[in-house]
């Protein structure tokens, strides 16, 4: 069995952005050699997501607006119980439990076994600032 | 290390249909001959799921009613960002983000390692054409 | 390849309650002699989860608040299609699905290779009763 580490680094130019991330993760897939396995892409942050779906814009504009529906910024210390240690992103840490974590993808053949719209995405809700996405891909 | 790797087609008859596949799934892992490992099944599509509840025909309807109310169906040009490419499915992109789009299992002495009441589900949102969902087991 | 099973026994005391795991599975972790592969933790029961996130008490009361928002509590035999059963849990089948059933965690140089905050939790909804949590480690 092989395995193989890398970590990107991504620091966005908004607070909430979706970055495709899918090219990134294939270099990392062929620099490793490894041909049949399961490779990990998850967020090494708790206010940030690594997703699959579709590349095409107004969708990622439909995510950012649904999610602010469904757990909604509140830029005061009383918004959310979080607010009270003094930082006031409980609603990102709401936002990437939505989005997810960390996607798990097929190895086949050397390349990312996917289907026809899989992309990999990373989704930010607390930006600006320097943030680490791990790579880890274990098999032949 | 042995790998296996199978894809099953799907078709719904309806537009939104959960189907319970861990039948499929075990006969996948049996004909792989791998008795300790790791399995990943995903939808390779972006409008389904994949995820593991309980099989009751109550709580699939309740699956339903909760994404319309959290990601309801807009059919018109203008309901989400996304319908301006012509496509009207921005829904089902939100509510297979809900359901999630994989499982990851545990393989202990060749069987599906579950708890009492564990079932494998495809979720369809965007339903009525070929769709196909990935199998992948690694280990030994 | 090696692999290694364990399983954690969990009694909440309230019917809701997020527990830090994080030291459990590093204490598995370290049992099982594996330096470089794949951890999965996954619930074994199908209205509690496994996910990772901050250890902060005030976001622990935010997450519950939150649940109960998205996927509320109705303790009638007509509050969801699931009551019809005689059960009137549908709430934490639902609650369960949005912080979902399991992470898988990189291994690298024999420990969790997390980012600065990430921990382990097991967020029960349905509880105070005997429940089980799997981990599953395959390396090297």
Same mark, same amino acid.
């Given at each position: 069995m092989k395995s193989y580490t890398k970590?990107?680094?991504i620091k966005t130019k908004? $607070? &909430?952005e979706i970055l495709n991330i899918t090219y990134?993760?294939?270099k990392v897939l062929h620099e490793s050699g490894i041909k049949e396995g399961l490779l990990l892409?998850?967020?090494m942050h708790i206010t940030?997501?690594?997703f699959i779906n579709d590349e095409e814009n107004g969708l990622k504009k439909d995510f950012l607006e649904w999610l602010e529906k469904l757990a909604? $910024? &509140?830029?005061?210390y009383d918004g959310y119980y979080h607010h009270r240690t003094?930082?006031?992103?409980a609603d990102a840490h709401l936002k990437r439990t939505i989005m997810g974590r960390e996607v798990v993808v097929a190895i086949t053949k050397g390349s990312l076994d996917f289907g026809p719209w899989e992309q990999i995405f990373y989704g930010e809700f607390d930006g600006r600032r320097d943030k680490k996405v791990l790579i880890k891909i274990i098999g032949e």
């Open positions: 970590y990107l680094n908004e $607070e &909430k990134d993760v294939e892409v998850n967020s940030s997501s690594v909604p $910024e &509140k830029s005061t003094g930082e006031i992103n």
